[in-house]
């Protein structure tokens, strides 16, 4: 192998691993529910409290309304629910579609497992609501609401039976990428690689040399 196809061998490598992942699922709270049928939102706003089961990097939120029309809604994810002081981490607008489930996508935003973080929607007013009845379907013990579409989501609603607090939510992102000591270990390898071939190139262009008269 030459040197010029040895850093084109790296170059190539070096490429396929910058490539950035497209966002998969990686989390859910009842993602594969029904929303309460015939129930609207009289709230402006309502959110829950999630908790990653992992560490990943997430940048796209989905929720499945009952009805819709073509209304912006906006999510919002804070570090805390507003009314417990929370912080804004992340916003994002969009337009519903009728699809069967409604997409909000934002820059990167790195989770840590065991860490709670809050997920709110605004502009729901009217809106068939994005939590479900269906058996067995997981409660979250509250969810917290707003009759004015401000950000405050300042009533918290607390029961360990209560439909609201049952969300429909899909996480995707990107999962955590290698450790670092598996990075420098390639790295290390494609140098010692370009060594070996710089060395073998040097040692041909000396051999020559020696055979001119």
Known sequence: MNFARACF???TVIACSSVVALPTQVDSINGAASPAASTAWSAAEA???YSPT???SLSEVKTRFASIDSRTVVLEIWDDSPLNGGHLLRSASTSLTGEPFETWSFADLDLQTGE???VGFRNISGLGVNFTRDAGATNLGRYYFSFDNTG???REA??????GAQPILRFAGTRAVPEP???FLTALALALMLVQVSKRATSRTLAVHRRLP
């Open 9 to 11: 061998v790296v170059a």
């Open 47 to 49: 959110g829950w409290l």
């Open 54 to 56: 992992e560490s990943y």
């Open 116 to 118: 709670d973080y809050f």
């Open 152 to 154: 405050a989501y300042e």
């Open 158 to 163: 607390v029961s360990s039976t209560i439909s």
């Open 181 to 183: 000591a598996s990075s």
